[in-house]
């Protein structure tokens, strides 16, 4: 957001004050009507006052403290407000206002009051909405930019906020069903580390007068008692260092993200979870935009823009290269190597007989269902991992503890 100094010509007077707007034709048009009848003799672009970066920067401060950032679930609510408003016949700038005075997501209130007052100013609502891509995503922006073709506002956000719920819905489905087995190693974690830290050592010292090789399993065990005891801090700091430098990489890194993500499409029961997950945002979008009439690779660019894996979005990327190009749809998916043949004949039906967001639609609803399965039987799936895990730790600590105490009461025994 740029920064203006506006001079105006009213009844005689100059009058000079400021105004925050995206470009010199926008910060005119506000001039304009800010002038109440005057003359805008000037408008020049100037540096922000001292005092309103230092709140800027205080106010990103505080909204990143508080966590107050656009979430999907806070943007979904008010896009539905914002759908029932317009359908009732309240104009755009008054819906906006009123759900920036609703929200509780003090982000959510600074994009609606700006997007109001751009609106009030004469820019359109996709126009205003631009700026804000990266926060409300590039869906938002293509779907209102279908409501103003159309003339039905209304119905695009009522859209909009269902595609969007549909993704809140799966990602919510994921986290619970991962809710379970994190919490079973989390503990089992730490019950070993407090087994190691605080029993282990009462043992250390009945080993130490034995004066007698101790089996392997117990010296793994007092190997482990010492490195906890004595690097524990050190350990657990690198751990959460490794944690926020893969975190950090992966969001400011393309290379380093495209390779992780890349690998966790290779690894056992996440490559399922990420692959059709990813296909179900994908196949959802694509066919919601298909359906509302936006053109098949303006909706390809959306869908696309969707993806958060990279090698995935770098494969589907060659869908809208191609159908640019004059490819069929069912052509350009199985270039990606994505899509199963039973997915690219109903593509095919579905391009051959005019119905393809029909088929489009079925196949979303084939990976719901992959995906929802998956997901329903995850616990099924780690169970036998984590089974495996407890199962050795167990005879890690039966067997570090008690193979000693069997070879002294055999040396007793034969010293008799």
Request: aromatic content about 10%.
């Given at each position: 957001?740029?920064y203006?100094n506006?001079?105006?010509l009213?009844?005689?007077r100059?009058d000079t004050?400021?105004?925050?707007?995206n470009t010199?034709?926008e910060?005119l048009t506000k001039?304009k009507?800010?002038?109440?009848?005057?003359?805008v003799v000037?408008?020049?672009e100037?540096?922000?006052?001292?005092e309103e970066?230092l709140n800027q920067l205080?106010?990103?401060?505080?909204?990143?403290?508080s966590?107050?950032a656009v979430?999907?679930?806070?943007?979904?609510?008010?896009?539905?407000?914002l759908a029932?408003m317009?359908?009732?016949?309240i104009?755009?700038h008054d819906a906006?206002?009123e759900i920036?005075?609703a929200t509780?997501?003090?982000r959510?209130?600074?994009?609606?009051e700006?997007i109001?007052?751009?609106?009030?100013?004469?820019?359109?609502f996709?126009?205003?909405?631009?700026?804000?891509?990266n926060?409300?995503?590039?869906?938002?922006?293509t779907m209102?930019e279908?409501?103003?073709?159309?003339?039905?506002?209304?119905h695009?956000l009522f859209?909009?906020?269902?595609?969007?719920?549909?993704?809140d819905e799966?990602v919510?489905k994921?986290?619970?069903?991962?809710?379970?087995p994190?919490?079973?190693?989390?503990?089992?974690g730490?019950?070993?580390v407090?087994?190691?830290?605080?029993?282990?050592?009462?043992?250390?010292?009945?080993?130490?007068?034995l004066?007698a090789?101790?089996?392997?399993?117990?010296k793994?065990?007092l190997?482990l008692?010492h490195?906890?005891?004595?690097?524990?801090?050190?350990?657990?700091?690198g751990?959460?260092?490794?944690i926020?430098?893969?975190k950090y990489l992966?969001?400011t890194?393309?290379e380093?993200?495209?390779?992780m993500?890349t690998?966790?499409?290779?690894?056992?029961?996440?490559k399922?979870?990420?692959?059709?997950?990813?296909?179900t945002?994908?196949?959802?979008v694509?066919?919601e935009?298909?359906?509302a009439?936006?053109?098949?690779?303006?909706?390809?660019?959306?869908?696309v823009?969707?993806?958060?894996?990279?090698y995935?979005k770098?494969?589907?990327?060659i869908?809208k290269q191609m159908?640019?190009?004059g490819?069929?749809i069912?052509?350009?998916f199985k270039e990606?190597?994505?899509?199963?043949?039973m997915?690219?004949?109903?593509?095919?039906?579905g391009?051959a007989?005019?119905?393809?967001?029909?088929?489009?639609e079925?196949?979303?609803?084939?990976?719901?269902m992959?995906?929802?399965y998956?997901?329903?039987?995850?616990?099924?799936?780690i169970?036998?991992?984590?089974?495996?895990?407890?199962?050795?730790?167990?005879?890690l600590?039966?067997?570090g503890?008690?193979?000693?105490?069997?070879?002294?009461?055999?040396a007793?025994?034969?010293?008799r």
């Open positions: 957001m740029k203006f506006v001079v105006v009213h009844k005689g100059k004050f400021l105004i925050q707007s010199k034709r910060a001039a009507l800010k002038a109440n009848g005057g003359v000037k408008v020049e100037t540096s922000p006052p001292l970066t205080k106010n990103e401060l505080l909204d990143k403290l966590k107050k979430n999907r679930q806070d943007l979904i609510a008010s896009i539905r407000q029932v317009t359908n009732a016949g104009p755009l906006l206002l920036s005075r509780s997501n003090n959510l209130r600074y994009i609606f700006e109001s007052e751009n609106i009030n100013a004469g820019i359109s996709s126009h205003s909405l631009e700026r804000y891509k926060e409300l995503g590039s869906l938002s922006v209102i279908l409501g103003e073709r159309t003339g039905d506002m209304s695009a859209t909009l906020a269902d595609i969007l719920e549909q993704i799966n919510r994921f986290k619970k069903a991962l809710r379970y994190l919490i079973t190693i989390g503990a089992m730490i019950a070993f407090i087994l190691i830290s605080f029993v282990v050592p009462k043992f250390k010292a009945i080993f130490a007068k004066h090789d101790l089996p392997l399993p117990t793994i065990l190997w008692e490195a906890f005891n004595t690097y524990g801090p050190y350990l657990l700091a751990l959460f260092i490794t926020f430098t893969v992966y969001k890194n393309e380093f993200k495209y390779k993500d690998f966790m499409l290779k690894v056992y029961l996440l399922d979870i990420i692959y059709y997950s990813q296909l945002r994908f196949m959802l694509f066919s935009l298909i359906k009439g936006i053109p098949v690779v303006d909706a390809l660019e959306n869908s823009s969707m993806i958060d894996n990279a995935m770098e494969k589907l990327y869908v159908v640019e190009k490819s069929s069912r052509d350009a990606t190597g994505l899509f199963e043949s997915i690219l004949q109903m593509v095919a039906a391009e007989s005019g119905q393809l967001d029909a088929m489009l079925k196949v979303t609803e084939y990976y719901a992959k995906f929802d998956i997901l329903d039987n995850l616990s099924t799936y169970e036998p991992i984590m089974l495996a895990v407890i199962a050795a730790l167990v005879l600590l039966a067997l503890i008690f193979l000693p105490m069997w070879d002294l009461a055999s007793v025994k034969g010293h």
